[in-house]
């Protein structure tokens, strides 16, 4: 059914519930999985155009990739990761589309009102533009 999975990570709490789900999903399908960080700071989104070096914030995104690729790896799933700059819903769109991914999983963290307004924007942006189905898991709450 799925061939290559997009997850989108965010590097928070609540998205451990869309790693165990990916992971599964993958087993069951024998997908390959993609592990895709957007880095969004002042930094990430001045990169190129500057030609910076890159932030400690970068060098974290990158090893946080890292350690829940190695994870996944040990549960014997086939996981490449990427750490892509800029705008969140334009690069997840952008790199699913590069990597021919068939799926994008993405976590919700269930904020009201005004968190819905700044931080469930991404999802939103995505779900809007993509013509890759959308998997959208709950996160579990701390």
């Known amino acids: 059914m799925y061939q290559k999975i ?3 990570l965010d590097n ?9 789900h990916v992971a599964r ?11 895709l960080h957007v880095a969004d700071g002042w930094v990430a989104r001045n990169y190129d155009a500057l030609q910076l070096a890159e932030s400690e ?3 974290e995104d990158r090893a946080y990739l890292g350690e829940v690729a190695a994870r996944l790896r040990a ?14 819903p334009k690069e997840i769109l952008k790199v699913a589309e590069e990597e021919a991914c068939d799926l994008i999983a993405m976590t919700t963290h269930g904020h ?18 993509s013509q890759i189905p959308i998997l959208i898991v709950r996160g579990a709450t701390p």
């Open 112 to 129: 009201r009102l005004l968190g819905d307004l700044f931080l469930g924007s991404t999802i939103e942006s995505v779900r809007h533009k």
């Open 57 to 59: 914030e970068m060098k």
């Open 12 to 20: 928070s709490p609540p998205e451990q519930a869309l790693i165990e």
């Open 6 to 8: 997009l997850a989108a």
């Open 75 to 88: 549960q014997g799933l086939d996981v490449t990761t990427r750490l892509a700059l800029g705008d969140p």
């Open 25 to 35: 999903l993958a087993a069951l399908t024998r997908a390959r999985v993609l592990l």
